[in-house]
């Protein structure tokens, strides 16, 4: 093989282009693949090498595509079949992959990675409770199989197991004591009780966890780990969520009244709406050109610099508001006849990791119609916004959601009505900012925020949080969030 700067067998090509792969210098590991492969198409190595390379540079469909002419060329490799699964599991195509894993079992019955990998595409896939004892399997054949212990922990905590899966996250971590994911689990699994002391702490080491994604733009100043801010600049940039933006943004005016001035990168659809409270400071579109700044700190671990517990949560609320004039053009569609205006959300993004469990059709909401006095209108976006033009029988349901085309014109369209009701998704954090009565139906193992067994939140005084009770099951949450909507539009009748 001709490398540029020297003539390697093609044993060290591949050896070089891996090292190159796992040193994330995926532009240079491709080209080498590619001259491999141009002297000899039918190297399975290489082909396999690049599938899982377009895999990290989110080329799945190519991904796929090369894996399977790699499986083509050598049919009895188990691990080539665990690779395949993995990339059809990010890709939400749970199925097929549960089946490529099932074929690397039956390949390889001892094949421990890919026992934790099925765990994960059932869990993935709501099979949570069959996903378990293929972790447990994965274990007993590897004990010390950090991943496994930590993909385990996270099942059982998510079907209410919370003892044993402190257990199984612990143990992850005396194996592989820098396993940032496991950190960030347990950080994780600390808030939802309560125990911000230790949770934070153990929340930060998501920056490092790989398989979480997280990007920030890269600066050179410094990072703000929690100093004297008098007479400087410092960035605050979002690393998650558009909801999880709107919800840390409340620390904003505490850094200014630490003496800091603040630049705050935001997604591009929340530019407009930010902007209109200047407290918060001065707001950039990521990738956008930044004026000087001294340091830098991701908004999420802005509860952490101010030491937050459960007493010191920062409670000003509202600390979003609406542009007056989007507020009054979308109050003269408005219907002034008297009846509750209550907003619904009933979906969120499908690529978010729990959308299966928290998301649900309109269809479910039907028991909000038999409430009487009450105008609905949708706040829902993105492809399940096209159910509101068949909503369940007797709902008087607007639709203006291709109207919405950002989240200013949305909170113009919620100053507006009395209520919103909505799944966990990021319209209810704009409800919370604004100080808007806000009801979130939640499934059985909700987010961090919304801790265990209590139906308000710490963090958004106007909330009201109505739970599943068994995993899966919306009939009680529905139930009770129906019968209360009843009695709210007879109050506002009277």
């Known amino acids: 093989m001709q490398n540029a700067e020297q003539k390697l067998t093609l044993a060290e090509a591949l050896d070089h282009a891996r090292e190159l792969f796992l040193s994330n210098r995926f532009a240079e590991a491709e080209m080498i693949y590619r001259q491999i492969l141009a002297h000899d198409p039918r190297n399975a190595n290489a082909m396999h090498m690049l599938g899982l390379l377009f895999n990290e540079t989110k080329r799945r469909p190519q991904a796929v595509e090369i894996i399977r002419q790699a499986i083509a060329l050598v049919p009895k490799s188990a691990e080539l079949y665990n690779n395949l699964g993995a990339v059809l599991d990010d890709m939400l195509q749970f199925d097929p992959a549960i089946e490529c894993y099932r074929k690397a079992l039956e390949l390889k019955p001892d094949y421990a990675e890919a026992y934790s990998n099925l765990g994960n595409s059932l869990k993935d896939s709501g099979r949570i409770e069959e996903a378990i004892p293929n972790y447990r399997r994965a274990i007993q054949l590897k004990p010390d199989y950090a991943l496994a212990h930590h993909n385990l922990a996270t099942a059982l905590h998510m079907v209410g197991q919370i003892d044993e899966a402190y257990v199984e996250c612990r143990r992850a971590l005396e194996i592989q004591p820098d396993f940032a ?85 935001v997604q591009p659809s929340l530019v407009r709406l930010l902007s209109n409270s200047p407290e918060l400071g001065q707001v950039f579109a990521q ?108 709902m008087d349901l607007a639709d203006w959601s291709e109207e919405l085309t950002d989240f200013a014109e949305t909170a113009g369209l919620l100053a507006n ?78």
């Open 181 to 265: 994911l496991a950190h960030t689990t347990l950080g994780m699994m600390h808030i939802t009780d309560g125990d911000f002391a230790r949770g934070w702490p153990e929340y930060e080491w998501r920056r490092g966890a790989r398989e979480l994604n997280v990007v920030e733009r890269p600066v050179s100043q410094p990072l703000w780990e929690g100093g004297d801010l008098a007479g400087k600049t410092i960035l605050l940039q979002c690393e998650q969520g558009l909801g999880d933006t709107m919800h840390y943004v409340r620390y904003a005016p505490m850094i200014a009244r630490r003496g800091g001035k603040v630049l705050l990168e």
């Open 287 to 394: 990738s956008q050109p930044l004026p000087p700044f001294d340091l830098h700190c991701p908004l999420p671990s802005l509860p952490a610099r101010f030491g937050t517990t459960l007493d010191t949560i920062p409670s000003d609320i509202p600390y979003i508001f609406p542009d007056p004039a989007i507020a009054e053009r979308w109050a003269k569609r408005i219907p002034k006849d008297g009846r509750l205006k209550v907003g619904l959300s009933w979906a969120g993004r499908k690529e978010h990791v729990h959308d299966r469990d928290r998301s649900l059709p309109l269809a479910l909401l039907a028991p909000f119609a038999e409430a009487k006095n009450v105008w609905f209108c949708s706040l829902q976006k993105g492809p399940p916004s096209t159910q509101a033009k068949n909503p369940p029988k007797g």
């Open 417 to 494: 009505l009395d209520l919103l009701i909505s799944v966990d998704t990021a319209v209810i954090h704009l409800a919370g900012a604004m100080a808007k009565p806000t009801w979130v139906l939640l499934h059985f193992m909700p987010d961090w925020r919304w801790m265990l067994e209590r139906d308000d939140s710490p963090w958004y005084a106007t909330f009201r949080l109505f739970r599943q009770v068994l995993r899966g099951d919306w009939s009680t949450p529905m139930r009770r969030a129906s019968e209360a909507l009843k009695s709210r539009s007879l109050l506002k009748e009277e």
